[in-house]
T-cell receptor
C-alpha cells in the first residue's frame, strides 16, 4: 500500500544533542510537510517542500532545519534540541498545493529530550 | 491570523447516541474545510472535506459535516455512534487561495462507551 513512513517512531535525545527524524513516501506526492504537535495542542506547521522548493514558516525556530534529497524522502534536523522541543513530529504529503488537497500523514515520531 | 476552534476537548458518549463536534474558524474569505480522524494506534486520516458545492458533506463511516458560512462553522455529526468511533477528531481549514498552509484545531477526543 502507498503510504507515508516515519522513522523512528520514538526518539530519545539529550539536551543539545542533534537529532534527525526521517520521513519517506511511496505516493509520489509533490508536497511534503513537517508538523510539530505538543500535548493537547493543534499540529503546528514548521515548513514544507513543494518538490525542491523549501518554504519555512515565519515562526519556526532556526534550530529546525529540513532536507529533501529526492521526491521520496524528507528529513527534519533539530540542531540543538531543548526541553521545549519534546513533541510529536508529524510528516505529511499532498499531491499538490491547491488548498483542496487531502494530506496523508505518517504515524509520527515522538521525541523526548532528556 | 487564521485560527480554528474546537469547542470540546473531550466527549464521552454511549453507543447509539448522536454526535455533534463543533468547529469554528476565523478566516472570512473562501475556505476549504477538513475533518481528520486518528483512531487509536493509527495515523491521522481524512474523514471528509468541503471545498465547494453542497454545504452538507458526507464522509466515511456515516459521518457528515455542514458548512455554515454565516457562522464560520463546519460541525461534524453522526446520528448514532459506535464503539469503533472512539478516536481523536481534528478540524482543519485552508484559506483556499492556493497557499499551502492548513490550520488545524486542537482536536476533540471522543470516547464511546460500549
Amino acid at each position: 500500500d502507498a503510504m507515508v513512513i516515519q522513522n523512528p517512531r520514538y526518539q530519545v535525545t539529550q539536551f543539545g544533542k542533534p537529532v534527525t527524524l526521517s520521513c519517506s513516501q511511496t505516493l509520489n506526492h509533490n508536497v511534503m510537510y513537517w508538523y510539530q504537535q505538543k500535548s493537547s495542542q493543534a499540529p503546528k506547521l514548521l515548513f514544507h517542500y513543494y518538490d525542491k522548493d523549501f518554504n519555512n514558516e515565519a515562526d519556526t525556530p532556526d534550530n529546525f532545519q529540513s532536507r529533501r534529497p529526492n521526491t521520496s524522502f524528507c528529513f527534519l534536523d533539530i540542531r540543538s534540541p531543548g526541553l521545549g522541543d519534546a513533541a510529536m513530529y508529524l510528516c505529511a504529503t499532498s499531491r499538490d498545493n491547491t488548498g483542496e488537497e487531502t494530506q496523508y500523514f505518517g504515524p509520527g515520531t515522538r521525541l523526548l529530550v532528556l | 491570523a487564521q485560527s480554528v476552534s474546537q469547542h470540546n476537548h473531550h466527549v464521552i458518549l454511549s453507543e447509539a447516541a448522536s454526535l455533534e463536534l463543533g468547529c469554528n474558524y476565523s478566516y472570512g474569505g473562501t475556505v476549504n474545510l477538513f475533518w481528520y480522524v486518528q483512531y487509536p494506534g493509527q495515523h491521522l486520516q481524512l474523514l471528509l472535506k468541503y471545498f465547494s458545492g453542497d454545504p452538507l458533506v458526507k464522509g466515511i463511516k456515516g459521518f457528515e459535516a455542514e458548512f455554515i458560512k454565516s457562522k464560520f462553522s463546519f460541525n461534524l455529526r453522526k446520528p448514532s455512534v459506535q464503539w469503533s468511533d472512539t478516536a481523536e477528531y481534528l478540524c482543519a481549514v485552508n484559506a483556499g487561495t492556493g497557499g499551502f498552509k492548513t490550520i488545524f484545531g486542537a482536536g476533540t477526543r471522543l470516547f464511546v462507551k460500549a
